[in-house]
């Protein structure tokens, strides 16, 4: 494309792993926010260290990949070999986690290396707005002054807005949503309590809530899939485990399902 005539091989892998990092950073940032973001009335519990670890693997790994793509002069290349790259490097990496031993590296080779070509097929996508990104920025090039800056700042914004998009579908589901709503409207309710008869019956499963849960707390989902507590030899339901901390150390979680009539809550 016009863009690889404009820029130098080394400008163009250098632009690569710079549009690179700041996707992954600004993916890595918004899946890591985006539920509190989501949820501004519900005490989330964040962990910053995870979130800033994430990040900043996010933003190499982008930054590599980004280069990669933008190694050869062909886009084409470019395209496939840096999703051949990334596929290469999330199936050694699964095969180094299941290994054990070397009985176990031989399973885990066996049964990851078939998932290498689904694996370069769903990079592809990853590789190509990359490329395309690299390219418009090599296509701006060629103009100057008012032209240029329209170009830059058209690919500022596409950049942002993949990046943002992409970790927005970090998203927690509606019905975790709803769960963790329902969990912290109850423990409002039994904070404002008066009396232990005013407590919301889940809560009273908990040994002396009313004297014990004082002070902020956060809460923490996850999606589990189980058998349904309310009926005997059910088939799996998904029900929502919401574990509930106060800062005076008090722990305790609650269940919520569809087909629960209430959360069931119980000390962790």
């Known amino acids: 494309m016009f863009g690889d005539m404009i820029m130098s091989t080394r400008s163009r892998r250098i632009a690569g ?45 982008a930054l590599a990949a980004g280069y990669l793509t933008a190694w050869p002069e062909s886009t084409f290349k470019g395209i496939a070999g840096g999703a051949g790259a990334i596929a ?29 070509l689904p694996s370069v097929a769903l990079s592809l996508p990853i590789t190509g707005l990359l490329r395309l990104g690299v390219n418009w920025y090599g296509d701006a090039l060629s103009y100057s002054g008012r032209p240029r800056l329209f170009r830059l700042g058209r690919l500022a914004l596409s950049v942002a807005a993949v990046g943002l998009l992409a970790g927005s579908l970090s998203r927690m589901t509606a019905d975790e ?12 309710n039994g904070l404002a309590a008066r009396s232990e008869a005013q407590v919301p019956r889940p809560l009273r ?30 088939s799996a339901v998904q029900t929502i485990w919401v574990e509930v901390l106060f800062d005076n150390g008090l722990r305790f979680h609650c269940l919520v399902g569809q087909t629960l009539a209430e959360p069931l809550c119980a000390e962790s």
């Open 17 to 61: 792993a710079v549009l690179g990092l700041v996707l992954g950073v600004l993916y890595g940032g918004a899946s890591g926010a985006i539920n509190a973001w989501a949820l501004p009335d519900v005490p989330l519990r964040l962990d910053a260290g995870a979130i800033v670890a994430d990040t900043i693997f996010a933003g190499l790994g």
């Open 88 to 116: 290469a490097f999330l199936t050694l990496r699964a095969v180094v986690a299941q290994a054990t031993g070397l009985d176990s590296l031989l399973r885990a080779v066996l049964v990851l290396i078939p998932i290498f």
């Open 177 to 188: 949503q709803a769960a963790l709503r329902q969990v912290n409207l109850m423990i409002q």
């Open 205 to 234: 499963n908990i040994l002396g809530f009313s004297a014990r849960a004082a002070g902020s707390y956060t809460l923490d989902p996850r999606v589990e899939v189980g058998a349904d507590l309310g009926f005997a030899d059910s």
